[in-house]
C-alpha cells in the first residue's frame, strides 16, 4: 500500500470542511466556534416567561370615559401637589428656577 503525500490530505480536509460546513483549522488554535455555533439561550428564557403587561388605571379611564372611574393614586398625588404649593413649596413659576437666580449674581 502506498503513502498519500500530506498535500493531498490538506486539500481533502479543505474540501471536506467546504462542504460540511466545517472551519478548517489545520494549526488547531482555539477559535470559540463551537460556542458561536451553539443555540441561542436568550429566545428561550423570553418564551418562558408570558408577555403581560398590567393594565393601568389611566388605560382603562381613557378607553371608558362614560364610567366616571377616579384614580384614586393620582387623585392622592394632586391632592399632595396642592397642598405643597399652598406652603410654597411647589414648582416655580416658567424662568423663575434655580438657573434663573445664578445668572442674576
Known sequence: MS???ASKLVTLQKLTSAIFGNVYNPTNARTGNKILRARLVGPTINSYY???RPIKMREITRM???MNLIDQ??????EDLAERKKRGKGPP???QG???TLKKK
Open 3 to 5: 503513502q498519500v503525500p
Open 50 to 52: 408570558p408577555n403581560v
Open 64 to 66: 371608558a370615559p362614560e
Open 73 to 78: 393614586a393620582e387623585k392622592v398625588r394632586l
Open 93 to 95: 413659576k416658567k424662568g
Open 98 to 100: 434655580r438657573r434663573s
